[in-house]
C-alpha cells in the first residue's frame, strides 16, 4: 500500500511537470520529450540492460514500479503515456494537452490513491466508487484553475469512465494512453461545439 502511494504521488508530480515545457516551449516539446524518452528508455527497458549507465533508471523502477511489471516489460506505464502524449501533442493544441495532462496526472494519481485507500464498493475493472468520486473531485478543482468550472467537471466524469473501461494488459489499453488520447478527442469536441 505504502509503494502504492509513492508510485501513484510521483505519477502526479512527474506528470505535472510537463506543464513547464508546454507553456514555456509549446507543444512539440511535449512530443520531443516523449520521444526521447521513448528513444533511450524502451531498449533499456525491453532488454533489460543493466550497467553503470541504466543504474538510476533501475533504481528509480523500484520504488516506481509495480512488481508483475518488472518481470513483463518494466515502465510499460510510461511508454503507454510517452505515445499518448506524442500523440495528443502532435495533433491538438496547447489547451487541450494540458487538459490531457492534468487529467491524466490529478484524475488518475487520486482515484487510485483513495481508491486503494477508502475503496469499498467495486465498479468496472477493479475500480471503486470512492476513488472514482475522489478522482472526479480532485480533477475538476485542478482543471477549474484552467476552464472553467462545469466543463471541468465533464471532463472529469468523462476521464472517469475512461478510466474505468481501461484495463492496462498492453500499451494501447492502458490508462496512462486512454486517459489522454480521450481527453484530448473530448476536450475537441467540446471546443468545436463552444463548450471549452
Known amino acids: 500500500m505504502k509503494k502504492e502511494i509513492f508510485r501513484k504521488t510521483f505519477h502526479i508530480l512527474s506528470?505535472?511537470?510537463?506543464?513547464?515545457?508546454?507553456?514555456?516551449?509549446?507543444?512539440?516539446?511535449?512530443?520531443?520529450?516523449?520521444?526521447?524518452?521513448?528513444?533511450?528508455?524502451?531498449?533499456?527497458?525491453?532488454?533489460?540492460?543493466?550497467?553503470?549507465?541504466?543504474?538510476?533508471?533501475?533504481?528509480?523502477?523500484?520504488y516506481v514500479e509495480r512488481e508483475k511489471n518488472?518481470?513483463?516489460l518494466p515502465a510499460k506505464q510510461a511508454?503507454?503515456?510517452?505515445?499518448?502524449?506524442?500523440?495528443?501533442?502532435?495533433?491538438?493544441?496547447?489547451?487541450?494537452?494540458?487538459?490531457?495532462?492534468v487529467s491524466l496526472?490529478?484524475?488518475?494519481?487520486?482515484?487510485?490513491?483513495?481508491?486503494?485507500?477508502?475503496?469499498?464498493?467495486?465498479?468496472?475493472?477493479?475500480?471503486?466508487?470512492?476513488?472514482?468520486?475522489?478522482g472526479i473531485v480532485a480533477n475538476s478543482l485542478a482543471l477549474s484553475l484552467i476552464i472553467n468550472p462545469f466543463t471541468a467537471v465533464l471532463i472529469s466524469v468523462f476521464v472517469s469512465f475512461v478510466e474505468m473501461l481501461s484495463k492496462s494488459e498492453d500499451i494501447f489499453d492502458d490508462d496512462n494512453f486512454l486517459i489522454p488520447v480521450a481527453t484530448a478527442l473530448f476536450g475537441y469536441f467540446l471546443k468545436v461545439n463552444g463548450a471549452l
Do not use: C
Not at 521513448?38 to 531498449?43: A, G, H, M, S, V
Open 15 to 62: 506528470i505535472l511537470l510537463l506543464l513547464i515545457p508546454l507553456n514555456l516551449f509549446g507543444k512539440y516539446s511535449i512530443t520531443v520529450l516523449m520521444a526521447v524518452m521513448l528513444l533511450i528508455f524502451y531498449p533499456i527497458s525491453k532488454f533489460k540492460l543493466k550497467n553503470k549507465i541504466t543504474k538510476p533508471f533501475w533504481l528509480l523502477l523500484d
Open 105 to 134: 496526472a490529478v484524475y488518475d494519481g487520486t482515484a487510485t490513491i483513495f481508491g486503494k485507500k477508502f475503496g469499498k464498493t467495486k465498479l468496472i475493472n477493479n475500480r471503486t466508487l470512492e476513488g472514482s468520486l475522489a
Open 70 to 72: 518488472l518481470k513483463t
Open 79 to 101: 511508454f503507454s503515456l510517452a505515445l499518448g502524449l506524442i500523440i495528443v501533442s502532435i495533433l491538438f493544441d496547447e489547451k487541450i494537452i494540458e487538459i490531457s495532462i
